[in-house]
Structure formats: structure tokens, C-alpha cells
């Protein structure tokens, strides 16, 4: 699968991607016996906007910004003995995501915490690490930097492009057509396979993690020519310089399924909150114990999201509160459907909700509303397979949702002609 480029390239991103030598290709990586090491290239030191440092700015900008988390990192500046950073691709409020250059192959990230390095690890001595990765993004190297303010763990990952969220807000209509959202789909359900073989579960499929690959691998020496040429605006204050993000070029290769951050080994039922909340799966919400069905479940808001223009449940209430839940809930009864009483016994906590004979609490109105009369883009047969697909992964019972590999033999999924 190959993404058309839409016809402009005006998008933000916040992922980070990695250069190499020219002289040495990604897939030579693991093969080359002998490395040229490269030297480091001098950046400019003028020529640039410099802004007032009382302009809010870039992480500044976040209301939970710490620039004491942040390890103060300079364009030019090389890491590890080996690592260049080129230009800035984006921040967070855990994290700032750097172009870099290996000096001799690769690039790094910086970034808080390293949870994913134990689990690529072992997906990589597990499991058939070529074709793992082909569909997983997972962590190359890790180190730590030491900072004014104490040590910053690095990463280090292979080459990404934009996010499909990012994608997505280029194209005509804000949403992936059908061509392309099923084998989308196809490659995020081949990743979670993979995973949920490997006793992993992902805990936060979204659109922001699932990346787009580089087909191009030319538009990496390009950003640090254009580095080089035009120098990133920035801000100098007396103990660092905040850079200004570089937006990564579109690029068409196969997606991958991204940021294992919040993934966990599981050999069993999980316990706690995860997921994005727009995504939470009701096993979740509930306090119930979870497996790597919540990655079903997510998937298929996922699909929504990336077709309809929009969520699925589009609460905008925090489910930190019981009115928010509740609101939450109704929406699902809405459009899924009663919760069995089998499932919500499973809780304490679904008795906010509903008596004990399972029927809901008329604390908040359920929406007159069904999947046929929100979803808008498909007729007749397509609908009913597309719906069929959604409901599919929008199980209550955790253990009714197909598993990845079942969900790849779906006929919507297939995209057989109807």
C-alpha cells in the first residue's frame, strides 16, 4: 500500500524521524560489516529570526510545561559520540522530538521515559524481527543525557513520516477514503496480531500513533540541507534555546502502528486506567479487569474517526467524573445497545449507572440515535458490511470482540466486491 500525497504539504508534526549517511541505506543497516564514520556538519550560528524571550512559544505555550523536564538541546549538537541533532520536528509535554543524524547509521529521540524498551526488546529477540518491524515501530537504541536539572533518557527509532491524524487534515473532506481506510485497517490489525502473540497489548491505538512510512528516504537530507540554508526561528533565554518545530514533508509509505510508551506484557487479565479517553474501552471505565481486547474496541473508534469526520462518541465531558461517564454510557446504549447484565456485574461501580435488574438510571438521556442514521458516506450493501465490521469491535463483552487475526479475514476488511 502505497498513500497518495494530497496536493499541498502545510501539516504539523510531532513524531520523531531519523538521517543517515547518504552513502548508506536503512535496509543495510543490520548487513554492513564496516562503517565510514561521517563527520559532524556545522550549522549556522546567524542568519536566523531570534524572538523575544518573553514570546510564548513552542512548549511554553503548554500550561504544564516544566522546562526543567527538558534537557536543553542545540541544533549541531551531537549525542552519545554519535548522534547529530539537524532540526527540531516537534514537542509535547513529556517529550521533544528531534531530526537527527547517525554519524555512522540511525537517529535519536529525546524523551522522559523509556517504558518500550524492555517490550521491543523483546519483540525483536522473540520474533521474526523484519517482519515485526515492517509493522511495529519499535525502539532501535536507548541512552541517557545528562542535563542541568538531572539525566533525560534517549531513544531511538528507524525512520517515520507523519502521523495518519496529520494525513488525513490534508485531503479533501478531512477523512481517508474507503480504498484507503481498509488497508489502513489491514496494517494496524497485523500489527496488533503480532502483538497480542508476542503477550503484548498496545492500551493506545489512535490515529497519532499509527505512522505513515518514508518511501523517500531523499526528503531526510533535504530537511537538514534546508537546516543548514534556512535556519529554524528560535528563542535564546539565559539558560537554553527554544527551537522552533520543522514540519516533516508528507511522505506515502506503508503505516505502522507507533509508541509502545503505554503497551504492557500480559499473560492475563490487566488492571487500571488506560486509553485515551475518547477511546476508553467500557471494561476500562468500569474498573474492570482488561486484556488486549481493548485494542479492538479501539480500533473500531479508530475507524470511525478516520472516515466520519469525527468521533464516535462525542461527549466532550471528562470521564474523571460520574456525570461524564454517564453521558459516556448513554451515548453507547445509544448506538450499541443495552450493556448485558452478565457484563455489568462484573463492577461495582456500574451501579451508578443502573439498578440491579441492568436497567439505566435516568440521570442522563439516551440519545435517539442508531450507527445506521450517523454513519453517512456509504449506501446499501457497503453500509451494512462497514456497520457489521464496527460492531464487530464495539462488543460490551470484551471476550465477544474478534480477535486481530480473525478481524483480517472480515469481508469489509478484505474489501471483496459488493
Known amino acids: 500500500m502505497r498513500l497518495p500525497l494530497p496536493y499541498f504539504r502545510t501539516i504539523r508534526h510531532m513524531r520523531l524521524n531519523y538521517t543517515e549517511p547518504p552513502t548508506w541505506h536503512l535496509s543495510q543497516r543490520r548487513t554492513a560489516t564496516s562503517l565510514q564514520t561521517s563527520q559532524p556538519h556545522v550549522f549556522p550560528t546567524s542568519g536566523f529570526i531570534t524572538l523575544d524571550s518573553s514570546t510564548k512559544f513552542e512548549g511554553g505555550t503548554l500550561p504544564d510545561y516544566m522546562k526543567e523536564s527538558f534537557y536543553p538541546v542545540h541544533i549541531g549538537e551531537v549525542f552519545n559520540s554519535r548522534y547529530q541533532v539537524i532540526t527540531k520536528l516537534g514537542f509535547g509535554s513529556s517529550s521533544t522530538v528531534w531530526l537527527c543524524r547517525d554519524l555512522r547509521y540511525g537517529l535519536i529521540s529525546q524523551n522522559r521515559k523509556l517504558p518500550e524498551v524492555d517490550i521491543s526488546n523483546h519483540l525483536r529477540a522473540n520474533y521474526d524481527a523484519r517482519g515485526v518491524q515492517r509493522y511495529l515501530r519499535l525502539v532501535i537504541d536507548s541512552f541517557e543525557v545528562p542535563g542541568p536539572h538531572g539525566v533525560h533518557p534517549c531513544l531511538l527509532y528507524e525512520p517515520a513520516g507523519v502521523d495518519i491524524r496529520d494525513y488525513i487534515h490534508c485531503l479533501e473532506g478531512d477523512a481517508l477514503p474507503e480504498n484507503l481506510l481498509r488497508p489502513t485497517l489491514r496494517f494496524v490489525l497485523i500489527a496488533l496480531d503480532h502483538l497480542h502473540k508476542a503477550r503484548v497489548i498496545h492500551t493506545d491505538v489512535q490515529p497519532n500513533n499509527v505512522l505513515l512510512g518514508i518511501d523517500d528516504e531523499s526528503i531526510l537530507a533535504e530537511m537538514e540541507e534546508d537546516e543548514i540554508s534556512d535556519p529554524a526561528p528560535r528563542k535564546q533565554l539565559c539558560d ?107 463492577s461495582e461501580g456500574s451501579f451508578k449507572f443502573r439498578d440491579r435488574n441492568g436497567v439505566w438510571k435516568p440521570s442522563q438521556e439516551i440519545p435517539e440515535q442508531s450507527l445506521e442514521s450517523r454513519e453517512s458516506r456509504l449506501e446499501t450493501h457497503g453500509k451494512a458490511i462497514f456497520l457489521r465490521f464496527l460492531r464487530k469491535t464495539l462488543h460490551w463483552v470484551p471476550e465477544e470482540r474478534p480477535t486481530a487475526e480473525e478481524l483480517l479475514l472480515d469481508e469489509w476488511i478484505r474489501g471483496d466486491d459488493y
Open 240 to 346: 537554553r534555546t527554544i527551537f522552533a518545530t520543522r514540519a516533516m514533508p508528507l511522505t506515502g509509505g506503508e503505516p505502522v502502528l507507533a509508541d509502545l510508551g503505554e503497551a504492557r506484557f500480559s499473560d492475563g487479565k490487566q488492571t487500571g486506567l488506560i486509553m485515551p479517553s475518547v477511546y476508553r474501552a467500557p471494561e476500562v471505565m468500569l474498573g474492570m479487569t482488561w486484556d488486549n481486547k481493548v485494542g479492538i474496541w479501539a480500533l473500531g473508534q479508530m475507524a470511525w474517526t478516520l472516515f466520519e469526520q469525527g468521533h464516535l462518541f462525542k461527549s466532550s465531558y471528562s470521564l474523571e467524573n460520574e456525570t461524564g461517564s454517564a453521558r459516556r454510557f448513554a451515548e453507547m446504549i445509544s448506538l450499541l445497545g443495552p450493556p448485558p447484565v452478565e457484563f455489568l456485574a462484573r
